[in-house]
């Protein structure tokens, strides 16, 4: 028997049956079609309050590559002071709902078209080398449009307890820190518009201490390299990195404390004082915790004293959930039978997708009540990296419907 | 430095300019974008040619979901006996180029409308569970259709050295061994067409006599089930397994070897006396080492002394080749700097992908000649679970191209 994560909160259930946004599981499955990708704009919109709550003078941007679905963009839109993308297509979808001069976009290997289209829309360029410095010139120059240009510094610390480290050794992410200021000396002199700096030193960290230091250190490196440069950066990312709680053990970051500890940072800096603004860009944390995958089971089967769950989704939908994307030692995302939460775990089984793979395999040996042909299966922290982030053509099966749940 | 593996002995090269069906690399891409991968028909011609030399008696299968590129189907349907699909999405793609008869489909959450869809169409389907069993019984019932089934067995042996285990132990896939022959009698006795067994110890094995030893095992296994059973198995699908050397040190597995040992093994069996056909199910080994995949340098970068190439392509595309699908150690897949194919390495370089998460790197710390911005790179053994089993909508980037060479 393993372990899973623990449920996000939010959700809650009606003499057992899982809720989302006020209407059951099963009715936004009767509605939509299995398998089912649920976000609750509700939840997003309480992760944006407790952001603001906690981090009152620091501007929120929103990383569309966790979750890029169009209704989510359109609600997130208005409650977000900036949108973050990674290629011109993602760059199409944000400018569908915010304005060009609030969206930046970081990457490191943006070819001249995608740097083309984001001069044109007056979006902010995070340089990640200085070769792509001088193609955005040149290419803002061919245009006669001056080009938006922020230097993405590749830190010289690292996030502690990340689950991705970004910074402090080689990267392809950003310009070393020893660099930066002679990039971003070179890109004012040759007249952008300087939007000043991106730092992002790693993601999905649950360590509060971690993340409290990285910031600090964040803060001292911007102030560093901007006296360096010698012009004060309009505007100063410090990234992101804030993780949530996807497996058993881990605990939610202490949101409270941080914004604390960022404060007294922002009010000790003489950037502040210049009136430079700062940004925190998040993705997951603002997400995640909102989506549920729901999907039916197909089959029931005991095979050598094991008990499967074949449900008619699987790793094609929700790849990050069978452990096969970016993690080493596979454990559990939270998962429960639709309409029997809260119920006494009866069984251990085996909850695999319908994909003719062994690596299809959702949840591994875990207590649940038991669950029949016909019944639902939701999985928890399906909001971010979720349905874009899986190989949705594997095997041929039709691709999940999705649906942006608006509370009543 | 970290090696990669070997490139498939077929490619030659022209000046240093890697050469596929007679054309060189770049021009490829030149003619149908980047990046792109490049499927050579005379390569898996050859890879047939040679399973045919090897065994003259048995049946060939393609398993479609390693690559169902339509073009490279439809070449590849006239050289083989049967299709295999996973899906009803594949059985489609299937029909578009062979018979419902000779078509099979296996996958453990087979839907009622796949079902449906297979029992139409006269294909066999591969039975998974007892409960799938009753569910196509009824199906063709309800259709006027007799259903043509056989069964899965989920062996009691497993294929060692396999990059998958599927036998053995519990599994989702195939009925136990223990129970195949009692279902098999249900069916049989409530009239549907009897297709015989299904047996797959494993995948991806390059452990010569492992296969020998469990081709022999899966035999005796047929033989014995069928003997239970009391009625002749039409066909018996012996599977697959045959492993393609992806990493530095792999070796080819000996066809001839196999092949001889299994001719030996059929003509002691009762069951090819009495008239049994029999099938090796094959996908990766015929298409894996088929496909390259192209993709141009867009920057080239240093960072804190290690050397980048930052290439348009990426997981996206190829998320095996970054070590992200069923792997536990991240390996390099063999990879070249196409128009400078056996010059001397000059560098220790990564190629990392255009997506904004360090899990995209295709080839870590590799020797390769100098690449500049602009020149291609070739990364091998990208025709098996390559485009359709990566995460393509991830992070907005365009759909890769595909296309199949055939030679001049």
Redesign the interface.
Known sequence: MKPFGPFPPEFVDQNGELIIAGQAASDWLAAHGSPLFVYDAAIVAARIARFRAAFPQVDLHYAI?AN?YPPLLEAMAPLVEGLD??????L??ALAVKGGDVISF??????DAELEAAITAGATINL?????AARALEIGDRLGVTPGLAVRV?PDMELRGSG???GG?????GI?AEQAAAVARQVIAAGADWRGWHIFAGSQSLDTAAIIETQGATLALAARLSEEVGWMPPLVNLGGGFGVPYFAGDTPIDLDAIGGRLSEGLAACDLTVAGTRFAIELGRWLVAEAGVYLTRV????E????T?L???G?LHHQ?AASG???T?VRRNYPVAVAHRMGAAPEEAV?V????????DRLADRVALPRAE?GDVIAIFLAGAYG????????????APAEVLAVGS
Chains 1, 2 share one sequence.
């Not at 993308?85 to 993602?90: M, N």
């Not at 970081?106 to 070819?111: E, I, L, M, T, V």
């Not at 095979?303 to 094991?306: A, D, I």
């Open positions: 590559k890029p993308v990674a290629s011109a297509g993602e199409v979808r970081a990457g490191p290997g943006k070819r990640e080398s200085a070769g792509e590749n991705m480290k970004m050794r080689p990267s392809p992410f070393d197909v089959d029931r089967k095979s050598r004293g094991e499967f074949v449900v008619d699987g790849l096969n994307f970016g080493v085996s695999v997708g319908c994909l003719c793979t062994p690596l042909v349905a874009t982030a899986s190989p949705a053509a594997f095997l041929g099966h039709p």
